[in-house]
């Protein structure tokens, strides 16, 4: 009897799961995954070195003395922040959204 039991809890549990996943297609309800978040941070942050890099002497001078540079990272920084605290895991995000 108990295992009976045990086989219709098992059965209820796997069906429920399929059940409120259909429903919530069925309200148009569903999860995006942002993938590559992560390189395309790096890839931005590298590109504007690069391109503050290629400056003539004076105005490096000039962005050094306004802090640009600390001004770049706390922004970088921020973004990389934002991303963690909503679920960057392995460089994906993934939401629920309503379609």
Do not use: E, N, W
């Not at 995954?33 to 000039?62: E, H, M, N, R, W």
């Amino acid at each position: 009897m108990i295992a009976f039991i045990l086989r219709l809890v098992g059965v209820l549990a796997a069906a429920s799961g399929s059940v409120v996943g259909r429903v919530l297609i069925a309200l148009g309800i569903g999860y995006v995954s942002y993938t590559g978040l992560d390189i395309t941070l790096t890839a931005l942050k590298s590109q504007v070195i690069s391109q503050l890099g290629s400056a003539p002497a004076t105005v490096i001078a000039c962005l050094h003395l306004a802090k640009v540079d600390v001004v770049v990272s706390i922004l970088f920084s921020a973004m990389a922040t934002r991303l963690i605290v909503s679920g960057l895991t392995s460089g994906a995000v993934t939401r629920m959204v309503l379609k």
